[in-house]
């Protein structure tokens, strides 16, 4: 979550505020209450993890390098224009959503667990329905 630049930068155009990521954040754990989610925030700000699913973890204060260590070990990112986001879920063969392009999208985590939608195509809307094998 960037916080300090975005918030500030083009006027906040690109700022995403946390409540957006705690909100998509619990759509996930809700859809899945059989399994243990963990879920990180990467900022480089502190945020206020109350607002989050029980156990979520930060790592704001740490460096550049954790951050990327983490997200790279992540199967699913949610994020805005965030280069290192973005570079860290094609690392890490990770999905990544960009909340930027729909701040409210229409969001159904089965869904977008499932593989069956295209995350990261920039040429479809994000959440457009494709058939597997384009998705893969």
Same mark, same amino acid.
């Given at each position: 979550? +960037?916080?300090?630049?975005?918030?500030?930068?083009?006027?906040?155009? #690109?700022?995403?505020?946390?409540?957006?990521?705690?909100?998509?954040?619990?759509?996930?754990?809700?859809?899945?209450?059989?399994? +243990?989610?963990?879920?990180?925030?990467?900022?480089?700000?502190?945020?206020?993890?109350?607002? #989050?699913?029980?156990?979520?973890?930060?790592?704001?204060?740490?460096?550049?390098?954790?951050?990327?260590?983490?997200?790279?070990?992540?199967?699913?990112?949610?994020?805005?224009?965030? *280069?290192?986001?973005?570079?860290?879920?094609?690392?890490?063969?990770?999905?990544?959503?960009?909340?930027?392009?729909?701040?409210?999208?229409? #969001?159904?985590?089965?869904?977008?667990?499932?593989?069956?939608?295209?995350?990261?195509?920039?040429?479809? *809307?994000?959440?457009? +329905?494709?058939?597997?094998?384009?998705?893969?």
């Amino acid at each position: 979550i +960037r916080q300090g630049d975005f918030r500030t930068w083009q006027n906040g155009r #690109f700022y995403i505020p946390p409540n957006v990521f705690a909100r998509h954040a619990w759509k996930i754990h809700d859809a899945h209450p059989q399994k +243990r989610i963990q879920f990180w925030v990467c900022s480089d700000e502190p945020v206020d993890l109350t607002q #989050f699913p029980p156990g979520t973890q930060t790592s704001a204060g740490k460096t550049l390098r954790e951050d990327l260590r983490i997200m790279t070990s992540c199967g699913f990112i949610l994020g805005g224009t965030s *280069t290192l986001a973005r570079a860290s879920a094609f690392l890490g063969r990770g999905q990544f959503h960009n909340l930027f392009l729909q701040p409210e999208p229409p #969001f159904d985590p089965l869904l977008w667990l499932s593989g069956k939608i295209a995350l990261t195509d920039g040429d479809k *809307t994000p959440g457009e +329905r494709v058939d597997s094998e384009a998705a893969t």
